[in-house]
C-alpha cells in the first residue's frame, strides 16, 4: 500500500522554467515531510523539509508548498539548472519516537535542457 | 559526505546462494536502516537498527535478515537469493529516530545487486 503518492514520475524543464513535483499523503498522523534528490549512482540526499504547523518554506531557489487540508505537498524549483537534473523523492513519517519510519514516494526523474 | 561506506559495491549472484551486504559507519549514530529501491517503488525499508543488537523490520523484510554487533557495522543477508531481490541497496544513519523533526537521515551510495 503506498502512502505517499507522488507526480509526474518524469518532467522536463527548460533552463530557468520552474519544476513543480507534486506529493499527496494518506495518513494524517504523518507529520514531517523531506524531500530527498538523488544523482546517478549516488544517495539520496536530504534536500528541504517541512511540518505542518506552515505552508510554506523556503530555502534559496527550492520551495515546499504543504497543504494540510488537501493532504498534498510539493516542490518548487525556481529558476532551474541543468544541475538540478536528478531524482527527487518526497517522504512523510509521523511522530518522533525512536522507529518512526519514513514513507518514500514513487519518485519524479528531472532534466533541465539547457 | 557522511562517513558510510557500503560493501560490496556491485554484485551478481545466483538464486538460492546467501549474500551478505556490510554497512560501516564512522558517524558513531545510533540509528541505521537498510532501504531498497526500484523503479516505480521509490525506496522501501527492510530493516533497521536503534541499538547495537536492536534491530525491527521495515515494511518490505521478507527474505532478509539483519545483524548489529557493533555501533558501526550494519549487516543485510539475504538468506538464499532470489530474482525478485535485484535491487540497490542503500544504507542509511541518523542521530535520531527518521521521523524527529529537523532530524537528517544520511544515505550511502548503494550496492548493485544483481541475482540471476
Known amino acids: 500500500q503506498q502512502q505517499v503518492k507522488q507526480s509526474p514520475q518524469s518532467l522536463i524543464v527548460q533552463k530557468g522554467g520552474i519544476s513543480i513535483i507534486n506529493c499527496a499523503y494518506e495518513?494524517?498522523?504523518?507529520?514531517?515531510f523531506p524531500w530527498y534528490q538523488q544523482f546517478p549512482g549516488k544517495g539520496p540526499a536530504l534536500l528541504i523539509a517541512?511540518?505542518?504547523?506552515?505552508s510554506e518554506k523556503k530555502e534559496g531557489r527550492f520551495t515546499i508548498s504543504f497543504n494540510k487540508s488537501a493532504k498534498q505537498f510539493s516542490l518548487h524549483i525556481m529558476d532551474s539548472q541543468p544541475g538540478d537534473s536528478a531524482t527527487y523523492f518526497c517522504?512523510?513519517?509521523?511522530?518522533?519516537?525512536?522507529?518512526?519510519?519514513?514513507?518514500f514516494g514513487e519518485g519524479t526523474q528531472l532534466t533541465v535542457n539547457p | 559526505d557522511a562517513g558510510i561506506t557500503q560493501s560490496p559495491r556491485h554484485k551478481v549472484t545466483e538464486t538460492g546462494t546467501p549474500v551478505t551486504l556490510r554497512c560501516h559507519q564512522t558517524e558513531n549514530h545510533r540509528y541505521m536502516y537498510w532501504y531498497r529501491q526500484d523503479p516505480g517503488h521509490g525506496l522501501r525499508l527492510i530493516h533497521y537498527s536503534y541499538g547495537v543488537k536492536d534491530t525491527d523490520k521495515g515494511e518490505v523484510s521478507d527474505g532478509y535478515s539483519v545483524s548489529r554487533s557493533k555501533t558501526e557495522d550494519f549487516l543485510l543477508t539475504l538468506e538464499s537469493a532470489t530474482s525478485s531481490q535485484t535491487s540497490v541497496y542503500f544504507c542509511?544513519?541518523?542521530?535520531?529516530?527518521?521521523?524527529?523533526?529537523?532530524?537528517?537521515?544520511?544515505f550511502g551510495e548503494g550496492s548493485w545487486l544483481t541475482v540471476v
Open positions: 517522504a512523510a513519517s509521523r511522530g518522533e519516537t525512536s522507529g518512526s519510519r519514513l514513507t
Open positions: 542509511a544513519i541518523s542521530d535520531l529516530g527518521q521521523g524527529s523533526s529537523g532530524n537528517t537521515i544520511y
Open positions: 517541512i511540518r505542518p504547523d506552515v
Open positions: 495518513n494524517t498522523a504523518f507529520d514531517y
